[in-house]
């Protein structure tokens, strides 16, 4: 069963496994013990940090091993900010970061500090000139994923640390999703990861603090991990992790080659055998194994229930699915079509045959699943009946609105429109995003004694 979720979470990597099983022997014992068993979990210890610190491009004493990467992601925010309180209690993050980072920014404004969002471009790019712009005198902390866990489109990681560093400003950079593929461009002052998405075992983090950062960890602490990371150390599994990043790291170069090219033959492809289908994020600067796409008129939930009967399994940023009313964040700041999402992430040997049949099977999924939803097969108009029609879609969720505002933007003369009443918060994303893919003009959205009007003027 071909799994394409590996930005969710790798397969744990055979070094990985071989790693983990030996140390499980050798490092159970207290590495701040002095006896001989201590002594050679120490040993392990410190050989998977000079290995993960290689990896990263720092130095073995600035690197702490947390227990997961959103731990590492929280207590580098929280300990940068009490750091620099001095300097001001203002944040600064991209709007398509991954919630850990999101989630800490809350946080930071519910104690009283601010935070700032910089936007990003369709495919999902934040400019490093806007991000400069974003940066104040009392700015504490600027965070910027390297690239994009959705979408996979990669950030201009070294321009904007350029940018906080004429401005004073030590960067963050989470760099869970590209740190298995090379290593991070530098300027950054502090970096945070997660094993599992490069093959390693869950439950190991990595947060590296530059030297001269100011830094105050926050919450109890104790001896361990230079008091950033309190507990006992889960050695086998940080031995683990510090050889499967050595192991992917060794194959990236070739594997990278040949994952880029199976995304390139889905990103060609799928919008040749599924109509109406928007592919998302940077073409070109982008992580080599991962493609989002969206299909109109598609129940998420849904489509990624048929995929997986047909075995396959993938992930979606769609807002419809049982898990969230409401698009993905990311999906939102793009400004792209949330409905039916699919994400595809490729791990470390998947075959062209899994590409190709993949391919074969997911036409007739999407059409199965638009069939049942009663959308429409083809974009043709129908002869224009009224000026202006309203169409009522309360209460009915994604991509229903969108269902029924392409059933009946043809029975409207060209410049008439269509005003869809919706309440669901979809639709604000993806009626703009219908029109756009459809040439339809987008009015804008008008207040409604329930949800909102959404207006659309048809051009053709």
Not at 5 to 18: E, G, M, T
Not at 285 to 310: A, I, K, Q
Not at 360 to 384: D, I, K, N, Q
Request: with cysteine.
């Amino acid at each position: 069963m071909p799994y394409f979720d590996a930005a969710s979470s790798a397969p744990l990597h055979p070094v990985a496994r071989q790693a983990l099983l030996a140390a499980l022997d050798e490092g159970w014992s207290d590495p701040a013990r002095l006896y001989r068993e201590g002594r050679r979990a120490r040993l392990l210890l410190d050989a998977a940090r000079e290995a993960a610190a290689e990896a990263v491009g720092c130095r073995p004493d600035e690197l702490t091993f947390t227990s997961s990467g959103t731990r590492a992601v929280h207590s580098g925010i929280s300990g940068a900010l009490a750091g620099r309180r001095r300097v001001g209690r203002h944040l600064v993050v991209s709007a398509v970061e991954h919630s850990s980072v999101l989630h800490s920014a809350a946080a930071h404004e519910a104690q009283g500090g601010t935070f700032a969002e910089v936007p990003v471009d369709r495919a999902g790019t934040v400019s490093a000139a806007a991000y400069g712009e974003a940066l104040r005198e009392d700015t504490a902390l600027a965070c910027l994923q390297s690239a994009n866990h959705e979408v996979g489109t990669e950030q201009p990681v070294a321009e904007v640390a350029e940018a906080c560093r004429a401005a004073g400003v030590p960067l963050l950079v989470d760099a869970a999703q590209s740190l298995g593929w090379g290593p991070v461009p530098g300027g950054w002052s502090l970096l945070a990861a997660s094993a599992h998405k490069w093959g390693g075992p869950s439950g190991v983090g990595l947060l590296a603090v530059r030297k001269g950062v100011r830094f105050a960890p926050q919450g109890a602490a104790d001896e361990r991990e230079s008091g950033r990371a309190a507990g006992f150390e889960n050695i086998p599994a940080v031995v683990a992790a510090a050889a499967s990043l050595r192991a992917v790291r060794a194959e990236a170069a070739v594997e990278s080659v040949r994952l880029r090219a199976l995304v390139d033959r889905i990103r060609a492809t799928v919008g040749s055998v599924v109509p109406d289908v928007e592919v998302v994020g940077d073409p070109v600067r982008r992580l080599p194994h991962l493609v989002t796409f969206s299909c109109l008129y598609v129940d998420g939930e849904t489509l990624l229930h048929e995929l997986d009967r047909e075995g396959f399994s993938v992930s979606s940023g769609s807002s419809c699915t049982s898990s969230t009313l409401t698009p993905s964040h990311v999906l939102k700041a793009m400004g792209v079509l949330s409905e039916g999402n699919v994400r595809v992430s490729l791990p470390a040997g998947t075959t062209e045959d899994d590409v190709d049949r993949f391919l074969r099977v997911l036409p007739g999924v999407v059409a199965g699943v638009r069939e049942r939803l009663g959308a429409p097969v083809s974009p043709a108009p129908s002869p224009a009946t009224a000026a202006s029609l309203v169409v009522d879609a309360l209460g009915r969720r994604c991509p229903i609105p969108v269902i029924e505002l392409a059933k009946v933007i043809g029975e409207v003369p060209v410049g008439g429109t269509v005003t869809v009443l919706s309440d669901d918060e979809a639709a604000r994303l993806d009626i703009p995003a219908w029109c756009e893919m459809r040439e339809q003009e987008y009015v804008g959205e008008e207040p409604a004694d329930r949800g909102s009007a959404y207006v659309v003027r048809r051009l053709s």
